[in-house]
């Protein structure tokens, strides 16, 4: 069973469009995250939730919203595409402070 | 501003031989290293781990070594291998800004290649 798993793996739009990504860990973590790889490779923190309270939340156009249903997931949701949110976007979880992430295997996100 | 620094995108080796992966960074406040690898079209997957107050931590074929003076940290193969041909990252974490939220910082990770 797949740890933590996101969907869709690949995702193309076009400029405009509103588009979500899921994640979801089967862990019993109390803390996920949205992770942005740009072009240059540099992973970024975006968003960090623990048990449905966001607790992270860097410097993110208001274009991208998280949601927390539960502790297990936490989605993405991205209004307004633009061309710069090309990327790869991984979901992580973990149980706790200075424990070891787990990632999910990224959605490449293609903005036309 | 990037407070992990991976200077070297590649890396090459040959099988069998020692493959060295280095990392810098700038916060003394970072107290807790990672290192994760990551193959093409995967999530980053951790590797091994050092806490500040240990100079070296060992787990097989891998090895960390971490000089806080000099604030560097690497990551040694031996022997490599053709299957450890990835991205390795390295990141730290620690009490950053008054923040204990366990935020870890990445660099932008070295491509390993090791050939036959």
């Known amino acids: 069973d797949t740890a933590v798993s996101q969907t869709p793996k690949y995702l193309v739009t076009q400029m405009g469009n509103d588009k979500s990504i899921k994640c979801e860990q089967n862990l019993g973590h109390d803390t996920m995250y949205w992770y942005k790889q740009d072009s240059k490779k540099f992973l970024k923190i975006m968003f960090s939730?623990?048990?449905?309270?966001?607790?992270i939340n860097e410097t993110v156009p208001n274009r991208f919203s998280p949601k927390s249903p539960d502790k297990a997931h936490l989605n993405l949701h991205i209004n307004s595409l633009e061309l710069g949110d090309s990327a790869v976007y991984f979901c992580?979880?973990?149980?706790?402070?200075?424990?070891?992430?787990?990632f999910g295997s990224g959605t490449q996100l293609s903005v036309l | 501003d990037q407070q992990v620094k991976q200077n070297s995108p590649s890396l090459s080796v040959q099988e069998g031989r020692i493959s060295i992966l280095n990392c810098d960074y700038t916060?003394?406040?970072?107290?807790?290293f990672l290192w994760y690898k990551k193959y093409p079209a995967e999530g980053p997957t951790f590797l091994i781990s050092i806490s500040s107050i240990k100079d070296k931590n060992e787990d097989g074929r891998f090895t960390v070594f971490l000089n806080k003076s000099a604030k560097h940290l690497s990551l040694h193969i031996v022997p490599s291998q053709p299957g450890d041909s990835a991205v390795y990252f390295c990141?730290?974490?620690?009490?950053?800004?008054?923040?204990?939220?366990?935020?870890?910082?990445f660099g932008r990770g070295t491509q390993l290649t090791v050939w036959p």
């Open positions: 990141a730290a974490t620690g009490n950053v800004g008054g923040s204990t939220l366990g935020r870890l910082y």
């Open positions: 916060n003394s406040m970072f107290d807790y």
């Open positions: 992580a979880s973990r149980l706790q402070v200075n424990e070891k992430l787990f």
């Open positions: 939730y623990n048990n449905k309270e966001l607790i």
